[in-house]
């Protein structure tokens, strides 16, 4: 009988360990690896916005198709800023559960102290971020901003 509950018990340990490790239940390490991958898409890899759009929220990725947002992003990344979007993580704060949270950025510009928050959360077996920056993209209301730029600022732009 001892024999028996030992083999039990041993294969219930593995089995979590298991499920664990490998389903991804939802854990801080797993949100920061994922926050740190997407902080690099939109570092480094601004010219591949599809990558970016993996990331976001399903309800985002429900209002607006693929292309529809790498069209966005990229007309979007030609508006004359003065600094690029550019964001160094920070911190992480997470719920009890470990089902959402934010995540905190200092934000590259010229004014020194700039934060960014990026909130997120844990939906089929991932974080995903949900992106203020990217919420006028499915209604194209972003696209008012590109109706007062001074002329001499877009000539060659078009």
Do not use: C
């Not at 309800?59 to 966005?72: G, L, M």
């Not at 200092?106 to 919420?135: C, H, T």
């Amino acid at each position: 009988m001892k024999k028996t509950f030992l083999i039990f018990s041993i294969i219930i340990l593995a089995l979590a360990f298991f499920i664990t490790k490998y389903y991804g239940l939802p854990t801080k390490s797993q949100a920061m690896r994922r926050i740190n991958k997407f902080t690099n898409l939109v570092n480094y890899h601004e010219d591949n916005p599809k990558q970016i759009y993996k990331y976001l929220t399903k309800e985002y990725r429900n209002s607006i198709t693929s292309e529809n947002f790498e069209i966005a992003f990229v007309k979007e990344n030609t508006y004359p800023y003065l600094t690029t979007f550019f964001i160094n993580f920070e911190s992480i704060e997470m719920d009890k559960n470990n089902l959402s949270g934010i995540a905190t950025f200092s934000q590259a510009a010229r004014l020194p102290g700039m934060v960014y928050k990026i909130p997120f959360i844990y939906e089929d077996g991932n974080y995903y971020m949900i992106m203020d920056r990217y919420n006028k993209f499915p209604d194209g209301s972003y696209l008012e901003k590109f109706e007062h730029i001074p002329h001499y600022l877009v000539e060659g732009w078009k």
